[in-house]
Structures are given as structure tokens and as C-alpha cells.
Nanobody, 120 residues
Framework: QVQVVESGGGLVQPGGSLRLSCVVS????????VGWYRQGPGNQRDMVAQ???????NYDDSAKGRFTISIDNAKNTVYLQMTSLQPEDTAVYYC??????????????WGPGTQVTVSS
């Protein structure tokens, strides 16, 4: 059993900042990688940023220079620091944890998402 829970979403003004958190808990496991994804109204779910347990990061072009992903291995928590937010960043943000072992028949586990709204 693995639980993935996002938090930190909310309403912010254009140009503002927000930090999202993703806590992974449950059965014994090690996190291989964690990714942040987002899905706006009527859009596909797209990768925003991802990080491996060794700290290697990868960003979508839309996030480069504005978003920073980090991981606290001791807390099994991944953060997404978002700056210079724009209305097009409005979406439900999902956390996906890729584990080192199969749990409930799969390696990846999704959280329920957290809403981010950027509006004046």
C-alpha cells in the first residue's frame, strides 16, 4: 500500500509564487523518481518536472527558469517551487511516484491532485 498526497495549491496573482508538496508514504519502499504533472481544463496531462532520488532533474520547456523541483529523501517529500506564475499555469497538479518495487501491482502511484489557479 502506497499513499501519495499533494498539497499547497491555491489561488495566486500573475507573477506570484507557490510551493507544492508531495508526500509519499505506506509500505516499505524506496523512491526511484517523482514527477509533477498538470492538466488544465480540456487538456492532456503533461509532465512539468521530475526528479530522481539522486537529485537529477528534468523540466518541461514551459517550466525551465521558473519552477524548481527538489526532494527530501528523509521525509519522502518532493517539492515544486513555482515562481513567475502565469494564467496558463492554471491546472490541477498531480504527483507521481515511481518506486523501486511493485506495490499493488505497479511501480508508479498517483496522487489525487491539487488545484493551482493563477488569476487577477
Amino acid at each position: 500500500q502506497v499513499q501519495v498526497v499533494e498539497s499547497g495549491g491555491g489561488l495566486v496573482q500573475p507573477g506570484g509564487s507557490l510551493r507544492l508538496s508531495c508526500v509519499v508514504s505506506g509500505s516499505a519502499f524506496s523512491i526511484g523518481a517523482v514527477g509533477w504533472y498538470r492538466q488544465g481544463p480540456g487538456n492532456q496531462r503533461d509532465m512539468v518536472a521530475q526528479i530522481s532520488s539522486d537529485g537529477t532533474t528534468n523540466y518541461d520547456d514551459s517550466a525551465k527558469g521558473r519552477f524548481t523541483i527538489s526532494i527530501d529523501n528523509a521525509k519522502n517529500t518532493v517539492y515544486l517551487q513555482m515562481t513567475s506564475l502565469q494564467p496558463e499555469d492554471t491546472a490541477v497538479y498531480y504527483c507521481n511516484a515511481f518506486l523501486n518495487r511493485l506495490v499493488d501491482g505497479r511501480y508508479d502511484h498517483w496522487g489525487p491532485g491539487t488545484q493551482v489557479t493563477v488569476s487577477s
